[in-house]
């Protein structure tokens, strides 16, 4: 596996990050906030914030940002692994669109959506410094970071339907066999071609593809694989 891969795969894994603009207020000085975060299909990042916060007033002053991503859960904060995206953010503006996945990942966020100051903003990434572990420390190949366009992006919701109404209990498998954890209510929330995210009770959990899928067909063989190993 490439390391722009590997960097995305830690990207997705995570939901939040600390994200650095330069502060209008303080004259470009370093301006850190603690932001929820959605890997789109492409590898991009969706926030959601508000017209009213002070990182919002920055990125219109200048939309140079970088947001950097670590599990908190890990006892050896030196060691573990992390990813530092350097982007700059726009503002998305099918705003309806990009809703429909985001808030399937954080349904809290529903009513921050329904007021009209937050909108949606998208982090493009242009640089990214990826720390695998001791000796793993890159700068990413970014013409091997971003996923193309493909046919899953079209067909994703079309799995998530047939998956949350015809496989519970496979997903409770993958729960148990990949994270050790006995979910009861289960659900997916999302699909890329990297893997896919299922909200078990209380928290999203992430399951990577072995390699990339593209269609549905190709995701329907990767499902079977997993649920097979999962029964072993």
């Known amino acids: 596996m490439n390391n722009a891969r590997e960097a995305r795969l ?32 492409d590898g991009s990042l969706l926030i959601l914030i508000s017209t009213l916060a002070e990182h919002t007033k920055n990125i219109l002053n200048d939309p140079r940002v ?9 006892p050896h904060i ?3 692994g992390r990813v530092t995206v350097l982007a700059n953010a726009e503002l998305e ?22 007021m ?11 640089a990214i410094r990826y ?18 366009r493909c046919a899953l992006i079209d067909e994703e919701s079309g799995v998530i339907a047939h998956m949350n109404s015809d496989h519970q209990d496979t997903m409770r498998n ?34 990577d593809f072995p390699e990339p899928v593209t269609d549905a067909l190709q995701a329907r063989k990767a499902l079977v694989e997993m649920a097979r190993l999962a029964k072993q």
């Open 93 to 114: 503006p099918d705003r309806e669109q990009a809703g429909l996945r985001y808030l399937r990942y954080f349904p809290e966020a529903t009513s921050y959506f329904a």
């Open 131 to 148: 720390i695998g572990g001791f000796g793993r420390i890159h700068w990413v190949d970014m013409e091997n970071y971003a996923a193309q």
């Open 66 to 74: 970088s947001i950097i991503t670590h599990d908190q859960r890990h």
């Open 116 to 126: 009209h100051d937050f909108s949606f903003y998208r982090i493009r990434p242009m």
């Open 174 to 207: 993958y729960c148990n066999h990949s994270h050790k954890y006995s979910a009861l209510d289960v659900e997916m929330v999302g699909m890329d071609i990297d893997g896919f995210d299922v909200r078990a009770d209380d928290q999203v959990l992430r399951f």
């Open 10 to 41: 830690m990207l997705r894994a995570h939901r939040y990050g600390v994200l650095s603009t330069h502060s209008k207020k303080f004259d470009g000085y370093p301006f850190g906030s603690i932001t929820p975060y959605l890997v789109d299909h």
């Open 78 to 80: 030196q060691t573990q």
